[in-house]
């Protein structure tokens, strides 16, 4: 077993979702610290211009693909592509997601299809296509997925995507031990509230995202979310420091540590929650 990887630097790095929120600013803070990258998005004019903003910056980019995570014929394509020119990698990084939020009444097939899909299939499809060469490689490595405070929590009206986002949780708790024999450590990033492109896009089943109080709530989130750039930051921190869970908030952390200790409280507070979210149902 190779020792733990302390650096991005001079490692062949994927990170998906490069095109924008906290995978462009992983794939500019891995660049700015020496990493050579490999990025994909679904976004072919986002992903252009992350590649040209690293490279103004003097950064590396062995390869970018626009594709789409959840299409796994696309991902082996890519991986045997990367693999062809550059052999296997030392850093695996999911970062693409989607999110959709709604109570189950509201929430339509297509909203628990696409979270399964691009939030938890995507990232399989990742790590079984580049992650058994880093294996067979034995040169050890890191693999990281961003889950999100939703995999540790119940929040309300996420049923949808915290499916996707507690599968992925278990995916990494698995593998965490799986690849440990192989010198390949696992992180798994929980953020919080993130300032991401995300928080104006995301679909919200059954509630119009123009009524006042939605968007009041939807800027006292933004008032404290963390720009990508810390995410960005914290998470190379983990790989370096060899932290399995890599919390972006103290909130998060916080709250998940209050749940496992305090199982009634934690349980009221979510009802209650529950009842606030639900009043932006009612006309």
Do not use: C
């Not at 990887?5 to 490069?18: N, Y």
């Not at 626009?66 to 296997?88: K, M, Q, R």
């Not at 979510?270 to 006309?283: E, H, I, P, Q, T």
């Amino acid at each position: 077993m190779r020792d733990r990887l302390k650096s991005v630097s001079g490692k062949k790095t994927l990170i998906t979702g490069a095109a924008s929120g906290i995978g462009r600013a992983t794939a500019l803070a891995a660049a700015r610290s020496g990493a050579e990258l490999v990025l994909t998005d679904i976004d072919a004019a986002g992903l252009a211009d992350t590649v040209e903003a690293i490279g103004r910056e003097g950064g590396k980019v062995l390869l970018s693909r626009a594709l789409d995570i959840s299409d796994y014929d696309a991902v082996t394509a890519f991986a045997e592509a990367v693999h062809a020119e550059h052999g296997s990698l030392d850093v695996v990084m999911n970062v693409a997601g989607v999110s959709a939020w709604g109570t189950v009444e509201n929430l339509e097939h297509r909203h628990w299809r696409t979270m399964v899909d691009v939030n938890l299939m995507g990232p399989i499809h990742v790590i079984e296509n580049f992650v058994p060469p880093m294996v067979r490689a034995g040169r050890g490595g890191a693999l990281v997925n961003v889950s999100s405070a939703a995999g540790l929590l119940a929040f309300p009206w996420h049923a949808a995507y915290s499916a996707s986002k507690f599968g992925l949780r278990g995916v990494s708790e698995v593998l965490r031990f799986d690849l440990a024999r192989h010198g390949i450590t696992v992180h798994l990033v929980v953020p919080g509230a993130v300032n991401t492109g995300l928080v104006q896009t995301v679909e919200i089943a059954g509630v119009d995202r123009d009524d006042p109080r939605v968007q009041r709530y939807v800027k006292r989130f933004q008032s404290h979310a963390a720009p990508p750039e810390r995410v960005a930051e914290q998470i190379l921190r983990g790989i370096e420091k060899n932290r399995f869970l890599v919390h972006t908030s103290f909130d998060v952390r916080f709250g998940y540590w209050w749940a496992r200790k305090f199982a009634l409280p934690y349980e009221i507070a979510m009802r209650r929650a529950n009842d606030v979210f639900d009043s932006f149902l009612k006309n």
